[in-house]
T-cell receptor, first 117, second 113 residues
Framework: AQSVTQLGSHVSVSEGALVLLRCNYS??????LFWYVQYPNQGLQLLLK??????LVKGINGFEAEFKKSETSFHLTKPSAHMSDAAEYFC???????????????FGQGTRLTINP | DGGITQSPKYLFRKEGQNVTLSCEQN?????MYWYRQDPGQGLRLIYY???????QKGDIAEGYSVSREKKESFPLTVTSAQKNPTAFYLC????????????FGSGTRLTVV
């Protein structure tokens, strides 16, 4: 079964600094990988996804992630943090379907990102 | 604009009551899902449905029930058998096939009083 590990439940960076949120996955087949962002009391919004095309994936709000098969990683980065980036971030993996074509995403535990002024 | 609407945003349940959470989508997505979110535990799949009048249990289906009478709607009932229902509930939908990911609603926060 696939699984996702997000290293660090809480990451704090200064405004303007590099943001690095770590995600490692386990999957027996080539996976689909996703990063979502969640603001307080809201649903999850898709930041970016990897679907076996380019290994470096660019998303919204200046975020990007690199798929590294040898390291089974899909870390999320942003060169310069902004106060509005403060939120919780979830990495997710899907490596197969559920019955009848539905897709199951398995989520990591989440990383809360705090931005210091 | 297309999207997923969950209602209500906040819901309070007394002990022993059943409550129903609404989820409606106008994205023309085939599949719909219910997840439960608890602090520090990520998201856990409750139920999912790929087609009308059919649905499957997820990882934590005990104490919950669903229906899928219309493609657009996938309500979740939290029954009195669910012993710890206080949580944030998220509905999502996706097109058929792999790799598209989910579109989420804005969630319902359920509290037992």
């Amino acid at each position: 079964a696939q699984s996702v590990t997000q290293l660090g439940s809480h990451v704090s960076v200064s405004e303007g600094a590099l943001v690095l949120l770590r995600c490692n996955y386990s999957s027996s087949v080539p996976p689909y990988l996703f990063w979502y962002v969640q603001y307080p009391n809201q649903g999850l919004q898709l930041l970016l996804k990897y679907t076996s095309a380019a290994t470096l994936v660019k998303g919204i709000n200046g975020f990007e992630a690199e798929f590294k098969k040898s390291e089974t990683s899909f870390h999320l980065t942003k060169p310069s943090a902004h106060m509005s980036d403060a939120a919780e971030y979830f990495c997710a993996v899907s490596d197969g379907g559920l019955s009848q074509g539905a897709q199951k995403l398995v989520f990591g535990q989440g990383t809360r990102l705090t931005i210091n002024p | 604009d297309g999207g997923i609407t969950q209602s209500p945003k906040y819901l309070f349940r007394k002990e022993g009551q059943n409550v129903t959470l609404s989820c409606e989508q106008n994205l023309n997505h085939d599949a719909m899902y219910w997840y439960r979110q608890d602090p520090g535990q990520g998201l856990r799949l409750i139920y999912y449905s790929q087609i009308v009048n059919d649905f499957q249990k997820g990882d934590i289906a005990e104490g919950y029930s669903v229906s899928r009478e219309k493609k657009e709607s996938f309500p979740l009932t939290v029954t009195s058998a669910q012993k710890n229902p206080t949580a944030f509930y998220l509905c999502a939908s996706s097109p058929s096939g792999q790799g598209s990911g989910y579109t989420f609603g804005s969630g319902t926060r359920l509290t037992v009083v």
